[in-house]
């Protein structure tokens, strides 16, 4: 098949979130959600053995595009809002600098088109899934990137477990670092959980490896992050080869709490460089109670990557440690209490 033909698919279009549970859950697995349509049309066009729909149920129509905040409820982001809304909301700027800097730099094409929960839960960009290999994603019993191939861009620098390809999410660092929770629909109605409850690692759901917890008939509807504290910061910055349309080879998200010009609290969060987006609580104690110092920002820097442990085999990818060392720097050189 030329990797410009997709294969045949049955097309259904929901009518509410109830429905498209009901038409996930009656064809078992061999449907999948189309929104913005930016990841599943390259899937298809791919050829992914292991992720071929034979149906979509495309949710475009229902009402999850919006972004609304108060100061007593927080943030709420539909799953189907463009990423280039989240990017431009002068609500997610002013309160949520993290958030808005993540949706920030994709190509206009891509930002106008994939959505919020879209960029979240993305399938992983490692180039052996992408040209049909038979790796664990894609059905087979082997992690090539992690057996002697080449690991160098998106790859885990923190092992893994089956698979070792990176979370390749901007949104998702910024999202844990904000401590935000998402509203999930199943058959059962609605659920809130937590980002590490929503990416939780590496491991078998469905029948698939996946790093996400969403079981084949549940789908994101909503993002809510709580309003900051007073005093709050947030930052995201990520190292890439071409920005607009690379994903990462590392970045960071932080968010901290600051009195004054100390801070009371933080968070640090890596991403592109595991499985999952990382909290680094390392450095994250480590930052409890000192001043932005170049120096405390150096050693931050370097607590959050203390626990690194990079590929040998193949290529390697050891060179990402320092990138991502210097995507925290960044991240909390912009920080301004």
């Not at 990137?145 to 660092?173: F, K, M, Q, T, W």
């Amino acid at each position: 098949m030329s990797s410009n033909e997709i294969p045949k698919f049955g097309y259904l279009q929901a009518t509410s979130v109830s429905d498209a549970v009901s038409k996930l859950t009656s064809y078992g697995g061999t449907a999948r959600i189309l929104g913005g349509g930016t990841d599943i049309i390259s899937q298809m066009k791919n050829g992914i053995d292991n992720l071929l729909p034979q149906y979509v149920v495309d949710i475009s129509a229902l009402d999850l595009n919006y972004v609304t905040f108060s100061e007593s409820d927080g943030l709420r982001v539909g799953a189907a809002t463009p990423v280039s809304t989240i990017e431009t909301d002068p609500n997610v700027n002013q309160y949520y600098t993290a958030l808005a800097q993540a949706a920030t730099g994709h190509a206009p094409g891509i930002a106008n088109q994939a959505t919020a929960a879209g960029n979240v839960l993305q399938e992983v960009w490692c180039w052996y899934l992408r040209g049909n290999y038979d790796c664990w994603r894609n059905g087979g019993t082997v992690c090539y990137a992690a057996e002697g191939g080449d690991n160098r861009y998106y790859h885990s620098i923190y092992g893994g477990n089956l698979c070792y390809a990176v979370n390749p999410s901007d949104v998702a660092p910024a999202l844990f670092a904000l401590d935000a929770e998402v509203t999930v629909a199943g058959p059962s109605g609605n659920k809130t959980v937590t980002m590490d409850q929503l990416i939780p690692g590496v491991s078998i759901v469905d029948g698939r490896v996946t790093e996400k917890s969403l079981r084949y008939n549940e789908l994101v509807t909503e993002i809510h992050i709580p309003t900051p504290a007073s005093g709050t910061q947030s930052a995201f910055f990520k190292v890439s080869d071409r920005h607009a349309i690379d994903f990462a080879l590392a970045s960071a998200a932080v968010s901290a709490v600051f009195n004054g010009s100390t801070i009371s609290s933080a968070r640090v969060v890596l991403g592109g460089v595991a499985t999952k987006p990382l909290r680094v609580t390392a450095a994250e104690s480590y930052l409890a109670g000192q001043q932005l110092t170049e120096t405390v920002i150096s050693n931050a820097a370097t607590k959050a990557l203390a626990g690194a442990t990079p590929l040998t085999t193949g290529t390697g990818n050891a060179f990402r440690v320092y990138l991502a060392q210097g995507a925290v720097a960044k991240a909390l050189r912009s920080l301004t209490p």
